[in-house]
């Protein structure tokens, strides 16, 4: 089963989304509810016996191709329906349904999700409440909303298409917090990719020394970059994004590439930090949430955030910012990360790193407690 650990945060606001979600939702979300309505006697609505002897087998469905399997665990048995994924043939993909059922007697189901990106840390998990059922949102482990009321059963959510999922909650959340297309991201990732041989070549470089305070506020000028304090120049060679990336490897602080991309009227930058009024609302709250436990939103202090919460970080200052980039500094780090929206409306963090390209994974592989500070560039 997917781990339970999430990070609880408010609703935020965010431009409206372009093609609208009902077009999104023709358009085609891999709703695998079609194999799930014809398996329901079988797997979801069947004794334990009858469900863990299903085994596993690969099956047609309006989502494609999907493999559908019953583990059994020594509490409970966690019926999937695993849709394939675009990224990774070795992960669950986007519409991929997870349903946990208790070894007790009645084998209840105790939640159920369904994942809105090909990555586990983005899904609806449904849970009853009373008489009916309730739902949280959560994106990149942030909660975007919690609380969704279901007058239903969550069997019977279970067979509802994803459309009527978010036609049903669409008074009371805005699901243009989870599905958006298109933006500047797009364009700000071609054109980093276009200069990435440029970028390797400066990243070979050896930075400037740091010997005194005032150097670790300053900059070491790159080829295409204005000096520290200089304005910047209208016939500089190069992208603009290749100009700021460049910034961010040579930087010896985020004050110093704050301070930086402002004297040069590259754009406006601002380091993501969290208020300590708005830290208070991230904490626990297990009222009628029951089996789901929340953790604390990790704290943000004066090394920065944890690598492991960053995307929950970035996703929600996203909502509040659209068509942001972002440079992220930590010991022995130095990143831009661009997010950007794919025609299926999925969320991709295109990574930049020493010149080259690199994925969310890789980025962040090993380093999930080192702490980083991230500023906001608008792009």
């Known amino acids: 089963m997917l781990a339970l650990g999430l990070l609880l945060l408010p609703a935020i606001g965010v431009a409206d989304a372009s093609p609208t979600i009902e077009k999104f939702i023709s358009k085609g979300f891999p709703d695998n509810a079609d194999l799930r309505g014809k398996l329901f006697s079988y797997v979801i609505g069947a004794t334990k016996d009858v469900a863990v002897n299903y085994g596993e087998k690969r099956l047609q469905s309006s989502a494609g191709m999907v493999t559908v399997r019953v583990d059994k665990r020594s509490t409970d048995f966690v019926v999937q329906f695993l849709n394939p994924n675009a990224s990774d043939p070795s992960q669950p993909g986007r519409g991929s349904c997870f349903v946990q059922r208790s070894n007790a007697k009645g084998n209840y189901i105790l939640q159920a999700r369904i994942l809105l990106e090909d ?11 009373g008489s009916g059922s309730r739902a949280d949102v959560v994106m990149y482990g942030a909660v975007v909303k919690k609380g969704l009321f279901f007058s239903d059963m969550i069997y019977r959510i ?34 980093l990719r276009s200069a990435a041989p440029a970028l390797a070549e ?25 000096a520290f304090g200089a304005q910047a120049d209208p016939s500089d060679k190069g992208p603009r994004p290749a100009r700021i990336a460049a910034a961010i490897d040579k930087a010896s602080s985020a004050e110093a590439l704050i301070l930086e991309l402002g004297a040069s009227g590259e754009t406006a930058s601002r380091e993501i930090a969290l208020a300590p009024d708005a830290a208070a609302a991230f904490t626990d709250d297990k009222g ?15 090394r920065g955030i944890a690598l492991s919460a ?16 972002y440079a992220i500094m930590g010991e022995g780090l130095r990143a831009t990360v661009v997010p950007a929206f794919d025609d299926a409306g999925r969320l991709v963090f295109s990574v930049f790193s020493e010149g080259k390209e690199t994925s969310w ?3 962040a592989a090993d380093r999930r407690d ?6 906001r560039i608008q792009a």
Not at 288 to 299: A, H, L, M, T
Not at 311 to 322: E, K
């Open 119 to 129: 990555d586990p840390s983005c899904y609806i998990s449904f849970y009853p409440s």
């Open 158 to 191: 279970l067979l509802l298409s994803f459309a009527d999922i978010v036609d049903s909650t669409s008074r009371s959340f805005d699901w243009g917090l989870v599905f958006r297309f298109g933006g500047k991201g797009s364009d700000y990732v071609a054109e």
């Open 202 to 226: 400066q990243s070979a470089a050896p930075a400037a020394p740091l010997s005194s305070p005032q150097a670790r506020i300053a900059l070491a000028a790159a080829p295409g970059l204005p």
């Open 288 to 302: 009628e949430v029951g089996k789901i436990v929340y953790s604390d939103f990790p704290r943000y202090d004066g």
């Open 310 to 325: 960053l995307r929950a970080a970035l996703y929600l200052d996203l909502l509040a910012n659209p068509d942001s980039a």
């Open 361 to 363: 994974d890789d980025f």
């Open 370 to 375: 080192l702490k980083v500070r991230a500023v």
